[in-house]
């Protein structure tokens, strides 16, 4: 019989998301625990970021207005830039925004340190320049050096959760959310620093699991992306959508490979406004039309010069900071200092770099109070971002779903497990512990297959043709790959092997997913891009691709969008 633990709000994922939903969930007074597959405030996307991009105040003729406007299309806040997408749920991505200066308060409040300027005003960070060469739209908030804004917060988050005395379990993998009635009534989960296995009873579940773009070889996510929140959340009921929709970065450092997490950030910097400028393998200057342009524009010109040939997917070419001075880069570039480990000074060195998978517009599909088709169950940050895939999003996330799933554990009782499921599940857990049979592969050389298919089949540019081959692929690593699937040990303490093995099941079956809503989608629309389908056609893609299982297979329906609060020109669906 596992150990079952009894709380009143469990969140799933040690993040951003995770970490302010179980101090806001704490806040309203509910009994939290949290649990983190990595490590909290050192696992996930969350530390990384360079900035928030959302500003305590707007310098006009920037506004609220305007920022939501460009958070539905794409533009100068939003994860595409310039784009067009249009499918976002209006109300909530309006909420995300209104709640911004609430939140940057209280991170400060918390101890954050954004920087200021010599008279105490927000230094902001810009989308670009404008015809007169003035920043345009300052409104990205950041910490003392450009960089280090998610560290700083999570830093920060950590020390308030351990202040209000949340109990946290760090290297835990939640397998199952289990339900009972329809609802979500708590988690199962495997300590794999010892091995247990155990449950957690629980009034609301939050589910804040990052994306899940580690089906990629070249990807910025950390190894927890895997995909375990979406589908966790698919097979207790709630529903997918949209997760066709990938963004990519092209400028992470190409090589070592242990450092392309690194980005060189194309865009202006803080203090002069200086940016990088790119190179290619001849020496050639090339995307200066784009060098401070949308991310989308960007990763579209490089992804052209990688099929035209001058350039490769990863590496060929380069990020120059030549023309800035050194004290500059000092000032305000934290990876300034990361390169010199490398032996690399930025100021005189160029660097080579590589496109990558970054970040998902889709995923668990929630409303405006991060509620799930499954009552009880929750979605926060980038498991359902809401086509605004940003550090923000992550935090208006955490704090609104900590509202509401408090809310409802005010409400309803410890509701009784089905121990069949319990039962069920470890049965499959422990089952993928196995050392046979002896000639075959590790979870790790599977997922390799897993990471170079989606690089070379579901790379920036897709098309039928290519995604039909990767799925054919990857269901021939399901039947194939899976049942020779085993560990070096059958040792139950701190066993990752035995996580990539729980891992390589979620990918696989998120990666089918993925590959058959891309194929669905015949029309490319901001950074979901085909190129047998060049087109945004409004007409009939101005819709929301959902999943949702029935008798434990994929059914896929679109629904018009719900353009309630702003409504694109031209063609739109009735």
Request: charged fraction near 25%; hydrophobic fraction near 40%.
């Amino acid at each position: 019989m596992p150990t079952i633990l009894e709380t009143d709000v469990v969140v799933v994922g040690g993040g951003m998301a995770g970490a302010y939903a179980a101090i806001g969930a704490s806040r309203q007074g509910s009994k939290v625990l949290l649990l983190s597959k990595g490590f909290l405030a050192k696992s996930g996307c969350s530390p990384m970021a360079a900035f928030l991009s959302v500003p305590p105040y707007y310098t006009p003729p920037d506004s609220e207005q305007s920022i939501f406007e460009d958070g539905v299309t794409g533009g100068a806040s939003g994860i595409a830039g310039g784009s067009y997408i249009f499918l976002a749920n209006q109300e909530a991505l309006k909420d995300t925004f209104d709640k911004a200066p609430q939140i940057l308060a209280d991170l400060e409040a918390m101890g954050v340190y954004f920087r200021r300027d010599e008279e105490g005003k927000f230094v902001l960070l810009g989308s670009g320049f404008d015809k007169d060469g003035k920043v345009r739209k300052p409104r990205f908030s950041l910490a003392w050096n450009f960089g280090l804004t998610g560290k700083s917060i999570m830093d920060v988050l950590k020390g308030e959760i351990i202040k209000r005395g949340i109990p946290y379990k760090d290297e835990v993998r939640v397998t199952k959310v289990l339900t009972n009635g329809g609802a979500a009534v708590g988690v199962t989960a495997i300590d794999y620093s010892t091995g247990e296995f155990f449950v957690v009873r629980a009034k609301s579940v939050i589910l804040a699991t990052g994306s899940g773009v580690y089906l990629w070889r070249y990807t910025t996510a950390s190894r927890e992306c895997t995909g375990d929140g979406h589908m966790m959340a698919l097979r207790a009921g709630a529903e997918l959508t949209d997760i066709e929709f990938v963004t990519w970065h092209f400028a992470d450092v190409a090589w070592p490979e242990a450092w392309r997490r690194l980005q060189m950030y194309p865009q202006p910097y803080p203090g002069s406004g200086f940016y990088p400028q790119w190179y290619d393998s001849k020496g050639n200057r090339f995307i200066k039309d784009v060098e401070i342009g949308s991310k989308e524009a960007q990763a579209m010109a490089v992804a052209r010069s990688v099929v035209g040939g001058t350039v490769q997917k990863r590496g060929g070419y380069y990020a120059s900071w030549r023309h800035v001075s050194e004290d500059e880069l000092k000032e305000w570039f934290q990876n300034y200092y990361h390169l010199k480990k490398l032996g690399l000074d930025i100021s005189l060195d160029m660097i080579e770099c590589g496109m990558s998978s970054h970040s998902w517009h889709g995923g668990i599909r929630t409303n405006g109070k991060t509620e799930t088709s499954v009552p009880g169950l929750y979605g926060a940050g980038g498991v359902a971002p809401n086509h605004y895939p940003r550090l923000h999003t992550a935090l208006w996330g955490g704090k609104v779903a900590a509202i509401y799933a408090s809310e409802r554990a005010a409400d309803v009782s410890l509701q009784d497990l089905d121990m069949v499921q319990v039962e069920d599940e470890e049965a499959r857990v422990t089952g993928l512990l196995r050392t046979e049979p002896a000639n075959g592969k590790s979870p790790t050389q599977v997922k390799r297959r897993i990471w170079d298919l989606f690089f070379d089949k579901m790379w920036y540019i897709k098309d039928a043709e290519t995604m039909k081959k990767g799925l054919e692929e990857l269901r021939s690593i399901r039947e194939n790959d899976v049942p020779m699937m085993r560990a070096s040990s059958k040792s139950r303490n701190s066993n990752q092997e035995w996580v990539d093995a729980l891992d390589v099941i979620d990918m696989l079956d998120l990666g089918e997913l993925l590959i058959m809503s891309s194929l669905r989608r015949e029309e490319s629309r901001g950074p979901f891009v085909r190129g047998d389908f060049p087109s945004t056609d409004d007409e009939r893609w101005m819709k929301n691709l959902v999943i949702k299982l029935k008798d434990g297979k994929p059914e896929y329906r679109t629904e018009p969008v719900a353009l309630t609060l702003m409504r694109p020109k031209g063609v739109v669906p009735s």
